[in-house]
């Protein structure tokens, strides 16, 4: 099991907004940064959005981050079938002393 | 540009050991903090371990699942992080990557903190426990 929760998949036609959902705990979404990475298959996960919503140079706008309390949300605008990967939401546990991983959401552009 | 290579991945027995390697270009290595992250076949990302960088004493932590059988070092002259596995189980089964930490400065009124995030990843290198 996973300390941050995500659903395990999302589906939208082209064109369309997607949310991704990260719920976690005061320990460490309440009281750190979170991160989203994009892992296309076969290859090794990107950065798409740090410190809760900033996009690393060369992520195209379509790609948002925000946060509320415990729970963090990506939003991907424009769906393309280019979209199709895992998400997963990172923030570091101030209890665990650990990096804490969501289980990843595996999106479908129908 | 920024790279991170790993090397080292086998077919090793259960209880046998292994002993990965990264190597670092194109950024300042010693300046900053290392994790390896790993991913079983089918399935999600789990975080493995990190070393700070000698400015936070090199300090290491690790994932309760390899707590006791996993060591991570580094060898700043030479790029280089390891990772040192030993009592190899089957569910150590995975891919592993090399992940480099960058940081932000927060700010509340005069004074700051760091957050930590990880921006660079290899390739990584497979790891297969199988008797």
């Known amino acids: 099991q996973f300390v941050l929760t995500q659903p395990p998949a999302v589906s939208a036609t082209p064109g369309q907004t997607v949310n991704i959902s990260c719920s976690g705990s005061?320990?460490?979404?309440?009281?750190?940064?979170v991160s989203w990475y994009q892992q296309l298959p076969g290859a090794a996960p990107k950065l798409l959005i740090y410190?809760?919503?900033q996009r690393p140079s060369g992520v195209p706008a379509l790609f948002s981050g925000s946060k509320y309390g415990t729970s963090a949300s990506l939003a991907i605008s424009g769906l393309q079938s280019e979209g199709e990967a895992d998400y997963y939401c990172v923030a570091w546990d101030d209890t665990l002393d650990a990096w804490v991983f969501g289980g990843g959401t595996k999106l479908t552009v129908l | 540009e920024e790279r991170l290579e790993e090397s080292g991945g086998l077919l090793v027995q259960p209880g046998g050991s292994l002993r990965l390697s990264c190597v670092a270009s194109g950024f300042a290595f010693s300046d900053q903090h290392m994790d390896w992250v790993r991913q079983a076949p089918g399935r999600g990302l789990e975080w493995v371990g990190r070393i700070r960088s000698k400015g936070y004493r090199y300090t290491t932590y690790y994932a309760a699942s390899v707590k006791g059988r996993f060591t991570i070092s580094r060898d700043d002259s030479k790029d280089s992080l390891f990772l040192q596995m030993k009592s190899l189980k089957t569910e150590d089964t995975a891919r592993y990557f090399c992940?480099?930490?960058?940081?932000?400065?927060?700010?509340?009124?005069?004074?700051?903190?760091?957050?930590?995030?990880?921006?660079?990843w290899g390739k990584g290198t497979t790891v297969t426990v199988s008797s």
């Open positions: 410190r809760d919503d």
């Open positions: 992940v480099r930490e960058s940081r932000d400065a927060i700010w509340f009124g005069d004074v700051f903190y760091y957050q930590y995030y990880m921006d660079v």
């Open positions: 005061k320990s460490n979404i309440g009281s750190n940064t």
